[in-house]
């Protein structure tokens, strides 16, 4: 059974907590999503990048060294607000799952 589609909103709401802290381009939130146990392509996160930026949550630019460039995302007003919302209601979620053990 492929479940990963119950993940979506996780992957969201964890690209939404590092672009609260710090600007993240896209390679290295493959890589940390990865150490979490998420296995996405380029081609799966950047249509969420581009979605939660299109909503209003992130704010792109694109950062120049040389002749390359980066596009750096970093959480809005809009998104700050949208997590600090979404961690009560995935506190009070994540107590019902657990409240068995």
Do not use: Q, W
């Not at 590092?18 to 249509?47: N, V």
């Not at 299109?54 to 949208?82: D, F, H, I, Q």
């Amino acid at each position: 059974m492929n479940d990963r589609d119950l993940y979506a909103g996780l992957i969201r709401l964890h690209v939404l907590h590092h672009a609260s802290r710090e600007p993240l381009y896209g390679k290295a939130m493959i890589e940390e999503l990865g150490r979490h146990g998420y296995k996405l392509s380029p081609g799966t996160l950047y249509p969420i990048l581009h979605g939660l930026e299109n909503k209003g949550y992130l704010k792109s630019t694109l950062e120049r060294s040389g002749r390359s460039g980066r596009r750096m995302y970093r959480a809005t007003v809009t998104g700050r607000r949208a997590l600090a919302s979404a961690k009560h209601k995935v506190r009070e979620l994540f107590s019902e799952l657990f409240e068995e053990i």
